[in-house]
């Protein structure tokens, strides 16, 4: 019979382990990591540079998506011979965040 999925560390979890592991107690943890989540708010925010590395492990950087306009009578391709249209779609942000190096060898 197959083992059930694990699942991933809650947040109290992370800070347990990380307190254990630095000897640090868990509310400066929990500092620590509020703060770092403010770092990458002003990083990636509008009025910061658009990126935030965390080295070794992951980059986070902010898009500009540019506004789509409408098409019409765009060929269906899940029925042939027929015809749609396809609605307007306004700019937007989205953020995308990279593996670094370090990180995809920890996967191995």
Known sequence: MA???KKAPSKTE???NI??????NKKDVAKVL???SEEIQKNIGARGPGMFAIPGLVKIE???V???PAQKNVPNPFKPGEVRDIAAKPASVKV???ALKNLKDMVV
Request: glycine fraction near 4%.
């Open 66 to 68: 540019p506004a789509k």
């Open 19 to 24: 307190a254990t592991a630095s000897g640090l």
């Open 96 to 98: 995308k965040v990279r």
């Open 62 to 64: 902010r898009k500009k």
């Open 34 to 36: 509020e703060c770092l």
């Open 14 to 16: 992370i800070l347990t």
């Open 3 to 5: 083992k059930a999925a």
